[in-house]
């Protein structure tokens, strides 16, 4: 899932270095916090989130294939 964030949000950014994933675990619980250059924030977040909520649709659909539940947050 790791990755699959990076690979997104390194397409979404101007500034593809900046992008930093880091992944927690808790069990079958993964919180994945996706860091990015500030100037790249609303890149991610998107109009209203709209672009944010787009990642977090896509992790979800391809965790339940793992039976875990993966949160993304933005820092």
Known sequence: MKELVEVIARALVDDPSQVVVEEKRDGKDITLTLHVAPDDMGKVIGKQ?????????????ASTKDHTHVDVEIA
């Open 49 to 61: 989130g709209r672009i944010a909520k787009a990642i977090r649709s896509v992790v979800k659909a």
